[in-house]
């Protein structure tokens, strides 16, 4: 099952925090570890993956519209309990392959976003299907690919600029009136707001209050980056209503769209270098 080509690009995924060159290049990627379903031997695939929003993502076994279904897919219908890394997190999942008008409706969406999934369907008579990775939680800390809290912080933040630029990528190369843009600025926009809410949540209740506890001369700049969360948050909501009701794909305005994208990247983009240039210094100094 191992492959020269996919070793490659883990290793490069596990030495650069989930981004890769080539022909993932840009791509929304995952490693998924899956238990072989007769050997027992672990094995790890690097897969396209679609945020589906509630705290799950969406994989699909296309395996290029080949006649069979991929090795991992077989693997997690023995197993279902997989490992899913993503460049910063590490966490256990429970694998759900979905059926009837939920798996068509799932692959309907990833079509939208992307026409490819289609033309891997009509290259074969199976059914392609799609699984969904709902994370188990566990107690305790996340497990991440960092060695402190401030690698962590810029890791988490290097990968809310990586959505962004895939969201100015697609208007870059979208051309006026397409159907896909929007869907892909619902992906991104999902996948980008899910992330930093959470990540946002985390610091408001857990990282701000202690830094504030610890150094007590952080507090302006800790009221500010609380302040701006607020802010954030209202023009994603703000995002999200502009892209659900001026869809350019369905002959909406796409400047629109394109101003409310702009504020968000001006706003988030300014934020995360403020809170860089406040945290870092003091996240790199040890504690006892």
Known sequence: MPNDFNQQVIEEFRSNAGQVGGYFEGARLLLLTTTGARSGTRYTTPLGYLPDGDGRVLVIGSAG????????????????????ETGVFIYEARAVVLEGEERDQAFARAVEGDPGWAEYQAKTDRVIPVVALHEIPSDGPPNVTASSMAEYLKLVHDAFRRELALIRKEFAEASPGTTTLGAQLRVNCLALCQGLHNHHTGEDIAMFPLLADRHPELAPAIDRLGREHEQIAAL?????????????GNGGDATLVRKEVERLTDALEAHLAYEEEQLIPVLDVPHP
């Open 65 to 84: 519209g080949s006649p069979k279904h991929p090795d991992w897919f077989h693997n997690l219908l023995a197993h279902p309990r997989v490992t899913v």
């Open 236 to 248: 994603m909501e703000e995002l999200k209503t502009v892209i659900d009701t001026a869809d350019p």
